[in-house]
């Protein structure tokens, strides 16, 4: 399922969205499989265990969200994806962030590993997706509204399979003062506990030619991981 959307914000206090909220679909779907009250992944308000105050019951102590670090120094990079060569690597324990450049037009393409939050590593697939996508967004709409000549414009916006997990595909037009229309792409998917984002910019390409660059340059890094199985033999 996709969920189109075009929004454009130019100016403080003024949003002008042609559709209902992004996050209130995009969630509805990660839990339309689920069945109501009987999941224990559910969405839906569940009514709370009866408090045992008796001398020998348990205390209600809280209790520390499991939470093992992703390891993202496992992941290999490629020399060059999708006609551009790496060019540096900026890394902490939280994320890894991969530049890649064209050798002639000097645009840059970006991979950006990163670890879940605490307590995500059990959400389902689609909402994790679709969460950390609002929150990417919530950022470049803070942006726009920062400053009275920005224009974010954002042409289509969507959660779909692909490759066997969900994927957040954003297409934008993006204006600042002094500067030219930019195209922007961007792509988001969760691999076990690590998101995978790709966005690339442009002030010639198109908006649909830069999110199938995205598209090749996923698979592309994908292709480049080393096979577990190998190893282990």
């Known amino acids: ?12 206090g003024f949003v002008a969205v042609a559709a209902s909220l992004l996050l209130s679909m995009l969630l509805g779907q990660g839990c339309a499989t689920q069945s109501a009250g009987s999941d224990s992944n559910s969405l839906h308000a569940q009514r709370l265990n009866k408090l045992n105050t008796g001398a020998d019951s348990k205390p209600n102590l809280p209790q520390s969200l499991a939470s093992e670090p992703a390891d993202l120094a496992h992941f290999h990079y490629p ?10 690597e900026i890394s902490s324990a939280q994320a890894r962030t991969l530049r890649y450049q064209h050798p002639e ?33 919530q950022r470049r709409v803070q942006r726009a509204l920062s400053n009275p000549a920005n224009a974010l ?3 289509s916006e969507n959660l779909v399979d692909l490759e066997g997990a969900p ?12 500067k ?3 195209s922007q792409a961007l792509l988001i998917t969760r691999e076990e506990n690590v ?9 010639k390409q198109n908006t649909r030619w830069l999110l199938q660059q995205t598209k090749r340059a996923l698979a592309e890094f994908r292709a480049a991981q080393p096979n577990p199985k190998s190893d282990e033999g």
């Open 167 to 178: 994927s957040a595909q954003v297409q934008m037009r993006w204006v600042e003062p002094g």
């Open 1 to 12: 399922m996709t969920v189109p959307m075009k929004t454009t914000i130019h100016r403080p």
């Open 105 to 137: 037009t000097q645009e840059s393409l970006y991979v950006i590993l990163s670890t879940l939050p605490a307590g995500w590593q059990e959400m389902d697939l689609n909402r994790s997706v679709a969460s950390f996508y609002s929150e990417i967004r």
């Open 180 to 182: 030219p229309v930019q």
């Open 79 to 88: 020399d060059s994806i999708a006609e551009m060569t790496f060019s540096g």
């Open 195 to 203: 998101f995978i984002r790709i966005n690339n910019a442009s002030y």
């Open 153 to 155: 414009t954002i042409v």
